[in-house]
């Protein structure tokens, strides 16, 4: 991808080494939060690497004490990070700016989200979160939250390096902050609650039409002349990497759909490709198909 170098993000907190990871105690889950492309089964993959429990925060229990997780400072380690934050500064605020000139179009008023970049842990608007979730949009303070080492892990754990990938990654958290600026993410939770049948499968189609979204600034990125040979595949192998059916393999050696999530390898690179082919929001529509 041809990005340029501009520094860092006007809308970019950096709490890596801050404290912010200072554990309350809660779980991830006030105010709707959307833990995007980790999610439950990705909690389950990573417990089984790191050899320690990731779900339990997530499933409403929370352990004696509360314990802590304050990252300490690392100056040698964010200096070695520095391209990286100043290349999801580049790939946040290029969103931001396509999504805006959209809903502008539409006659909606686009406020722009924040990212967070935290180590180990952090508390979000939506509770205490663990690195070990994967990146994740909180809805209640409209900030999406990354712990950069997730990109490694995306590489070397699931197969799908590259720049693009990484930047397929933020696009589809940004998919979600657009949900929530257009009412979406309120009516699906009201939807969930009334019928709590259709929780996952209401789930699976959020998660898919956050794709789409990604996908949509990808057609951007094409129309602009700054995507290289090879990037759309990289995004593609990134989607796959996250699809449910594919990390319950991994996981467990089997694949139950009834539990899905987040979408099939195959659904969720179907619906990349929509949003990259059209470049339209009304072409992502998840819910109505």
Not at 143 to 149: G, P, S
Not at 160 to 185: C, K, R, S, T, W
Not at 251 to 259: D, Y
Request: hydrophobic fraction near 35%.
């Amino acid at each position: 991808m041809r990005w340029t170098q501009g520094g860092r993000s006007q809308d970019l907190d950096d709490l890596r080494g801050s404290g912010g990871g200072r554990r309350l105690g809660g779980r991830l889950g006030g105010g709707g939060g959307r833990m995007g492309i980790g999610g439950l089964i990705l909690l389950g993959v990573l417990s089984l690497i790191f050899k320690r429990d990731l779900l339990t925060p997530f499933l409403g229990v929370t352990t004696e004490g509360g314990g802590s997780a304050i990252s300490a400072p690392d100056p040698v380690r964010d200096s070695a990070e520095e391209p990286m934050v100043q290349f999801v500064s580049f790939v946040l605020d290029d969103n931001q700016k396509v999504w805006k000139a959209l809903l502008t179009q539409s006659g909606d008023t686009y406020q722009r989200a924040r990212l967070v970049l935290f180590r180990d842990g952090v508390d979000s608007g939506c509770g205490f979160a663990e690195s070990g979730v994967g990146p994740f949009y909180c809805p209640a303070d409209q900030k999406v939250y990354i712990d950069l080492a997730f990109y490694d892990e995306l590489k070397r754990r699931f197969g799908a390096p590259g720049d693009f990938a990484q930047a397929y990654v933020l696009a589809h958290e940004i998919g979600h902050h657009v949900q929530n600026l257009m009412g979406i993410n309120d009516q699906v939770r009201r939807a969930q609650q009334a019928n709590r049948n259709q929780e996952n499968p209401l789930s699976v189609k959020m998660e898919l039409q956050a794709d789409c979204f990604a996908g949509i600034w990808a057609h951007s990125t094409s129309e602009r002349n700054i995507l290289e040979p090879g990037d759309v595949e990289e995004a593609m192998r990134a989607a796959s990497a996250v699809g449910d059916d594919h990390i319950q393999k991994m996981s467990r050696g089997s694949i139950n759909p009834e539990s899905f999530t987040h979408g099939s390898s195959e659904q969720r690179m179907h619906w990349f490709n929509e949003g990259l082919r059209s470049g339209n929001p009304g072409a992502c529509n998840t819910f109505a198909k």
